[in-house]
């Protein structure tokens, strides 16, 4: 349970949007599966077994209180491959990391629950096409049509949360900044190095 319970957990988050609904539609899915684990034939990967059941299950909350999504048409930007970057350790790297981590969690929230379950899969708990296309009982077509539009739609949300925040990417102002200069100055035998301060409103060639 402890090595499968995060993937089951965010598939049928992917599904509901609830975290509490996702927490039942786990905790049921590993009750039926071993209610009936004489079922579990060995065709597929007991993950995938599993994962299937959780999904049902989830789907079928889903269609009770009517909540499956419409899927939006193709947003038409070429769809990139989504890199991730490490936060440092530092306190600052960490909040940013957290920040981070709320933007893409708001974005992916976003995105339909058709797009969001497979992006889900393919980059979240790394399954190729072809087992996503077996879990969802879709064609790997469809499979890589939905991810290149779920990437589309979740750059475009990301870029318009981020907003102006944008401009302030990669500061390099403040402390970092006078660092620099005291330490350029020390080289070039600059006594003023002392005066001089680096400010969000000051040119950085100063």
Sequence with gaps: MRRYNQRVYRLARAVLRSDSEAEDVTQEAWVRAYAHLDQFAGRAAFSTWLSRIALHEAWVRARRGNRFETIDPDPGVEGREMKGASAGRDPEGEAFGREVRSLVEA?????PESYRTVFMLRH???FST????ELLELSEETVKTRLHRARSALRQELLAEAGA???QAFPFLGNRCDRMVESVLARIGDGESAN???D???SPTR
């Design 107 to 111: 974005a992916v929230e976003a995105l």
């Design 124 to 126: 979240m708990e790394e």
């Design 130 to 133: 072809a087992e996503t296309a």
């Design 165 to 167: 925040g944008i401009k």
């Design 196 to 198: 001089r301060r680096c």
């Design 200 to 202: 969000s409103d000051r």
